[in-house]
């Protein structure tokens, strides 16, 4: 699965704009929380395990240039206000094909597994 949340070996966690893949910078598991996101940055609240369009999970952030870009696109009539980038569908895309390859992986080897031992 592709997170909209990437977390650290430490534990810290930061999010990722839907949009331009941008990152939030890192913040501490335990300030983590509804009243506590990454400043500046908006949140569109889904569950966790909800996958998204381009094959992502979970809640859907956006990074401040974008919701600048988007306040400026409203203005102006312009619709979609916004549209992933293609460095943001090239690298949904590429996390899904990962996570297909490591899927199979895992299950050839539970095949193998399960066919030796009988």
């Known amino acids: 699965m592709i997170a909209n ?15 331009c893949d941008k990152r939030s910078r890192w913040i501490d598991p335990n300030a983590w929380g509804p009243n506590n996101y990454p400043p500046r940055w908006a949140n569109a609240p889904y569950p966790d395990s909800f ?3 381009d094959g992502s999970t979970g809640a859907l952030w956006t990074c401040p240039a974008c919701l600048r870009l988007a306040a400026e696109r409203q203005r102006a009539g ?5 549209t992933a980038t293609a460095q943001r569908r090239t690298a949904c895309a590429s996390r899904r094909r990962a996570s ?3 899927n199979q992986q895992l ?3 539970i095949h193998n597994r399960d066919g030796e031992s009988q």
């Open 100 to 102: 297909t390859q490591g």
């Open 5 to 19: 949340v990437e977390t650290s070996k430490s534990g810290r966690y930061r999010a990722i704009c839907a949009h």
């Open 107 to 109: 299950t050839a080897q």
């Open 51 to 53: 996958v998204h369009p």
């Open 78 to 82: 312009i619709t979609p206000l916004l």
